[in-house]
């Protein structure tokens, strides 16, 4: 990861200089974070304001690309646009859903040889939400595009997101990259795979046949971001989303009743969604990122869903997803032993 700035935790400084340390710390990520959101308050105005949490697909996998090398965030941007546009094309079909979520593990798994696995996952979590949940239907002054139109329509969006995100980095973090990440040995990389193509296989058939339209794609999402190449990676992810997700939820459902306009949630949301980004190019404990992200898609979503019901559901298919990697966990490393240093 780059050395943008150094985690709050690890910076030694006197008690009364810390306030304008944070500060001087922080300032420089703003500067980046914030213009990274530009399209999505765009799109706010405009009929592709159903699809505006695509921006952030798009965007995510191209800043994480980024921090290794410009090469990996080019990558990222088609394969954004290709996963979003399939994941609507499969939509309502199990069997579909199923081979194309064992095809994200296989990817995802197997970019562990090269260290990119954090940019593969992040790519893949909004085609897991959607295979299940369902897309928005975009409409152009009366005019509705078929599913196709809406697939092309998806990827569009998240390219549009990656190719900003491109920009800024080329134009704020031009010397920020850190180079190729440390790869994951090969023994290790058949193991994580192999977990993640049996997880993500299994719930994606159960989901999409028996809770298709509902926000049980979180199970996918929690197992693509929970599940690491080692035991104590996956453990340590375990303890720290159960806590974040359990926590941004609650925060989001106590904001969403205190406030009614559907702008002001977006708003907020949209703040939520850069505080979480300051986090994560902060190198900030991951439960701190999960409470934010959480929090930001539910207030997003908060417009046009019942915020209680759907928010309840959107974290016990979290803490689902959680204890089904945890599970896999524990059955891996009694069957396997420590040797292996799997994830699963």
Not at 121 to 141: E, L, M, N, R, W
Not at 325 to 344: F, I, K, Y
Request: glycine share 8%; with cysteine; hydrophobic share 55%.
């Amino acid at each position: 990861m780059p050395e943008l700035i150094e985690p709050l935790a690890t910076t030694r400084t006197e008690p009364e200089e810390r306030p304008l340390a944070a500060i001087k710390r922080v300032w420089p990520i703003l500067l980046v974070v914030l213009p990274l959101f530009v399209p999505e308050v765009v799109a706010e105005f405009t009929p592709l304001r159903v699809d505006a949490a695509l921006v952030i697909a798009g965007i995510l996998p191209v800043i994480i690309g980024w921090t290794y090398s410009p090469r990996y965030a080019v990558m990222a941007i088609p394969l954004a646009g290709i996963l979003n546009a399939l994941a609507v094309l499969v939509f309502g079909h199990p069997v579909a859903t199923t081979l194309f979520m064992v095809c994200i593990a296989f990817m995802v798994g197997l970019s562990a040889l090269r260290g990119l696995h954090p940019v593969a996952a992040f790519a893949a979590i909004q085609p897991a939400i959607v295979v299940i949940s369902g897309y928005h239907t975009v409409s152009f002054h009366g005019a509705t595009p078929g599913q196709v139109g809406q697939a092309l329509i998806c990827a569009g969006v998240a390219v549009i997101g990656g190719l900003w995100a491109l920009l800024i980095g080329a134009t704020l973090l031009r010397d920020e990259s850190s180079g190729p990440p440390a790869r994951v040995p090969p023994r290790i990389v058949a193991f994580y795979t192999g977990a993640l193509v049996l997880m993500l296989g299994a719930a994606a058939y159960v989901a999409s046949t028996w809770f298709l339209k509902t926000t049980a794609g979180w199970v996918l999402l929690t197992v693509l971001l929970v599940t690491r190449p080692t035991y104590d990676e996956s453990r340590q992810m375990i303890r720290e989303r159960a806590l974040g997700t359990v926590a941004g939820g609650v925060g989001a459902a106590v904001v969403a009743t205190i406030v009614s306009n559907s702008a002001i949630l977006v708003g907020i949301g949209t703040l939520a969604m850069v505080v979480a980004a300051v986090l994560q190019l902060q190198h900030a404990r991951y439960a701190y990122f999960a409470v934010f992200v959480t929090a930001a898609i539910v207030l997003l979503d908060a417009q046009r869903s019942n915020v209680f019901q759907i928010d309840l559901q959107r974290v016990l298919y979290s803490i689902v997803g959680v204890a089904l990697v945890a599970a896999a966990v524990a059955t891996a490393e009694m069957l396997l032993g420590r040797s292996t240093s799997t994830a699963s």
